[in-house]
């Protein structure tokens, strides 16, 4: 029976000015929302609905013994409140169909091969990693935390834009929350963007990354190896974003995410859209230096081409000088402190981070961008002859 893809969260439409450079709020007449309607039409027969138990995850030689965590704790209640109605909200739609109770949606075995033997370059699926000397090929612009402190995780809203990219390119702006010297690190990335190699198609989908060394052994896209522990019956990575932003226009869609350690597990939970969505989580059992927290909060963006090729357009594909209505951005930075609370950024904490020139990529923060916005900042570019 053909199986229900699932997506993630609510993508909210806003419209916004900018004037002098900074992003202010336009008249509430002006304002469109849309909610529910930019779900995916989900019945898809490259997913299945598996058993809760039997999810790839659990195949993690240290999770044998592992006991589900069903809620953040940080969530549990107002969690329960909105899973029913989430789930009557997008039924009513007819957008999605959840699997039964116990059991999650999980991209097929078949169709998980194949999306890896169609990538070109092995490189490619070692994604966002931002080490673009040990990784040519690879670059990124992000705006990044400088504080001497453990974090308990960051959310954004992101900026979502649908570029043509070549077979062999990507282009995927999202959060990092990492730890450890560069051949030990520990990281999860979670974003949105466009991955031909990984999914065969030029769609926006929710793509998360982990790894717990350094991207040497450990580590994959979503579900493609045992490590995250899906709980939502009915959203999930690999979802596909049926709206994007126009270049040149006030209308601009986007898409929440927060990853957050949960106080009492350790866990690190992913948390997507307006209405706070929990879709699963990484145990603290297959990090090393996560499993204290994260010394570091990274928010932008990162693309691949292969060696010696021209690099593909980051985020709109146009340059933070441009503003708001062309560039790409990242709105309501917030981090998640080291008693776990979740306060704004503060532009004296953050410090910008490119690895090319300012006419292929660029970053540009200012800090406070209006009441919606709050700290936000744009970033991308062309791309080009980056690193040739």
């Known amino acids: 029976m053909a199986i229900f893809l699932f997506l ?21 007449q002006q304002l469109q929302l849309h909610d529910y309607q ?28 592992h006991k589900i965590q069903l809620f953040p704790t940080f969530l549990r209640t107002t969690m329960q409140n909105r899973s029913s109605s989430f789930s009557k909200a997008v039924k009513y739609q007819n957008f999605i169909r959840e699997c039964p109770p116990r059991k999650v949606p999980i991209l097929k075995t078949t169709t998980r091969q194949k999306m890896v033997t169609k990538s070109s370059s092995k490189s490619q699926l070692d994604g966002f990693n931002e080490y673009s000397e040990s990784n040519p090929g690879h670059h990124f612009a992000t705006l990044e935390t400088t504080q ?12 979502t834009y649908n570029l043509s990219l070549q077979e062999n390119q990507y282009n995927i702006p999202g959060i990092w929350i990492q730890s450890g010297p560069p051949t030990e690190l520990n990281s999860i990335q979670v974003g949105t963007g466009v991955h ?15 790894t717990a060394d350094g991207y040497h052994k450990t580590g994959c896209y979503n579900y ?14 690999e979802g596909v974003l049926l709206h994007s932003s126009e270049i040149g226009t006030l ?23 307006e209405d706070l969505v929990a879709l699963g989580y990484w145990p603290k059992e297959i990090f090393t230096h996560l499993r204290q927290g994260s010394s570091l909060i990274k928010y932008g963006g990162e693309t691949f081409a292969p060696p010696n090729m021209i690099s593909p357009p980051m985020g709109s594909g146009r340059l933070p000088k441009e503003l708001f209505k062309n560039s790409c951005f990242i709105s309501n930075l917030e981090i998640v402190d080291s008693n776990y609370n979740e306060v704004k950024v503060k ?8 690895d090319t020139t300012p006419n292929c990529y660029d970053v540009l923060y200012r800090g406070y961008e209006g009441s919606l916005y709050r700290q936000a900042f744009l970033f991308g570019g062309p791309g080009g002859k980056c690193g040739i």
Not at 196 to 210: E, F, K, M, N
Not at 225 to 237: D, N
Not at 251 to 273: A, E, L, M
């Open 196 to 210: 031909p190699s990984l999914y065969g198609d030029h769609q926006i989908r929710v793509t998360a990354y982990w």
């Open 8 to 28: 993630l969260v609510s993508l909210c439409i806003q419209c916004y000015e900018v004037n002098g450079g900074r992003i202010h709020h336009q008249s509430k």
């Open 224 to 237: 493609q190896c045992p490590g995250f522990v899906q709980v939502h019956r009915g959203a999930g990575f």
């Open 251 to 273: 209308h601009k869609f986007s898409w929440i995410v927060k990853v957050k350690q949960d106080k009492v597990t350790g866990n690190w939970w992913c948390i997507g859209g």
């Open 38 to 65: 930019n779900f995916q039409p989900s019945i898809d027969d490259s997913f299945d609905c598996v058993d809760m138990y039997n999810q790839p995850a659990f195949q993690h030689p240290v999770l044998k013994n």
């Open 148 to 159: 001497d402190m453990m974090f308990r995780g960051g959310s954004a809203r992101i900026g």
């Open 347 to 354: 532009p004296k904490d953050m410090k910008s981070n490119c």
